[in-house]
């Protein structure tokens, strides 16, 4: 199996409800072992994408394949290649860990000594060997996370979809949850992971852009950064931006000017390279500043380009 072969294709997959559109002739491939990030504001055709990739509602028009399988044609197929943790993690909530693993492997027919291997291996993988008999519904919202992920992964899937995974766990809990995630895509299995945190985008190899049902941008964070953040950024400590907006009206060299927390980033043309050739623009300005620091655009930078700061 070549590690270039498209598990996922899809080719202007569209979703109409009524005459409202939710997804709009989107076009993407992914390839195995890949961490495909899908992102996007609420409401933008995250999980209606997805849904409709598991098998779990038909397309209006377009096609795509899942692990080789049409998804309109053989949605029971592309069921048992996949494995899916929706928005809501969908655990029974009064079954304990243990129950609700042995319940996952049962709807996909995994039995006897089979099933306790796989229980065995899944609480191992989510780290619950000491949790197996605690109710789920007393677990914190990041180890139920966890035993979600454990749950979707039970028949050993070659493509895992996670609808927005972390939303509501903590920090601490989401590093943990990329650290498993990182750990299965080097073990082969591909994922496709949607998530408004644009920080968790970085972590993706590729990212695909979602504003009101179209895909607007499809790269590597590095490609959407140089594709859509032009010129040099730099972050101003110590400045007010909107004396420093009002300093630099009508530069031509000027991009954007745009507070972050304590600091204003600065967007300049790429002419413009170094702390010092800032210093000189801005000396003689009236306009006061402290420590100027070279930066790289974040995704954030990205988003806020091709969304106009909807966001
Ligand atoms: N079953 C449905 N019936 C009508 N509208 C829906 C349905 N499911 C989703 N939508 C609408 O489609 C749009 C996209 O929804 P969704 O895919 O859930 O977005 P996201 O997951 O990006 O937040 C939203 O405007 C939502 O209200
Ligand atoms: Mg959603």
């Given at each position: 199996m070549?590690?270039?072969?498209h598990?996922?294709?899809?080719?202007d997959l569209?979703?109409?409800?009524?005459?409202?559109?939710?997804?709009d002739a989107?076009?993407?491939d992914?390839?195995r072992s890949?961490?495909?990030g899908?992102l996007g504001?609420?409401g933008?055709?995250?999980?209606t994408?997805i849904r409709?990739l598991?098998?779990?509602?038909a397309?209006t028009?377009g096609?795509a394949?899942v692990?080789?399988k049409?998804i309109?044609?053989d949605?029971?197929g592309?069921?048992?290649?996949?494995?899916?943790?929706?928005q809501r993690?969908s655990l029974y909530?009064?079954l304990?860990?243990q129950e609700?693993l042995q319940?996952?492997?049962?709807?996909?027919g995994?039995?006897g000594k089979?099933q306790?291997?796989?229980?065995?291996?899944?609480?191992?993988?989510?780290?619950l060997?000491d949790s197996?008999?605690?109710i789920?519904?007393?677990?914190?919202?990041?180890?139920?996370?966890?035993?979600?992920l454990?749950s979707?992964?039970?028949?050993k899937?070659v493509?895992?979809f996670?609808d927005?995974?972390?939303?509501g766990?903590?920090?601490d809990s989401?590093r943990?949850?990329?650290?498993?995630?990182?750990?299965l895509?080097r073990e082969?299995?591909?994922l496709?992971?949607?998530?408004h945190?644009?920080?968790?985008?970085e972590?993706c190899?590729r990212?695909?852009l979602?504003?009101d049902?179209k895909?607007v941008?499809?790269g590597?964070?590095p490609?959407?950064?140089?594709?859509?953040?032009a010129?040099a950024?730099?972050?101003?400590?110590?400045?007010?931006?909107r004396?420093?907006?009002a300093?630099?009206?009508?530069?031509?060299?000027?991009?954007q000017?745009?507070?972050?927390g304590?600091?204003?980033h600065?967007r300049?043309?790429?002419?413009l390279?170094?702390?010092?050739?800032?210093?000189?623009?801005?000396?003689?300005r009236g306009?006061a500043f402290?420590e100027i620091q070279?930066?790289e655009?974040t995704?954030?930078d990205?988003?806020?380009e091709?969304?106009g700061?909807?966001s």
């Amino acid at each position: 199996m070549s590690l270039d072969e498209h598990v996922i294709e899809v080719r202007d997959l569209s979703r109409k409800f009524g005459a409202f559109t939710a997804v709009d002739a989107v076009n993407f491939d992914v390839r195995r072992s890949e961490i495909f990030g899908y992102l996007g504001a609420n409401g933008a055709g995250k999980s209606t994408t997805i849904r409709m990739l598991c098998g779990l509602l038909a397309p209006t028009t377009g096609h795509a394949t899942v692990a080789g399988k049409d998804i309109a044609r053989d949605p029971v197929g592309v069921k048992r290649s996949i494995g899916y943790m929706s928005q809501r993690f969908s655990l029974y909530l009064d079954l304990t860990v243990q129950e609700n693993l042995q319940f996952f492997a049962g709807a996909y027919g995994i039995g006897g000594k089979k099933q306790r291997v796989a229980v065995d291996a899944a609480l191992e993988r989510a780290q619950l060997q000491d949790s197996r008999n605690v109710i789920t519904k007393s677990l914190p919202g990041g180890v139920r996370q966890r035993l979600a992920l454990a749950s979707a992964l039970i028949h050993k899937p070659v493509i895992l979809f996670l609808d927005e995974p972390t939303a509501g766990v903590s920090p601490d809990s989401r590093r943990d949850f990329w650290r498993m995630i990182r750990g299965l895509a080097r073990e082969g299995t591909t994922l496709f992971v949607t998530t408004h945190h644009l920080d968790e985008a970085e972590y993706c190899d590729r990212i695909g852009l979602m504003v009101d049902g179209k895909l607007v941008a499809l790269g590597t964070p590095p490609e959407l950064k140089r594709e859509h953040v032009a010129g040099a950024m730099f972050a101003l400590a110590d400045t007010d931006h909107r004396a420093l907006r009002a300093a630099l009206a009508g530069d031509a060299r000027v991009l954007q000017i745009q507070p972050f927390g304590r600091r204003v980033h600065l967007r300049v043309d790429a002419a413009l390279g170094t702390p010092v050739d800032i210093q000189s623009m801005l000396t003689g300005r009236g306009v006061a500043f402290g420590e100027i620091q070279r930066i790289e655009p974040t995704l954030e930078d990205v988003f806020l380009e091709l969304v106009g700061g909807a966001s």
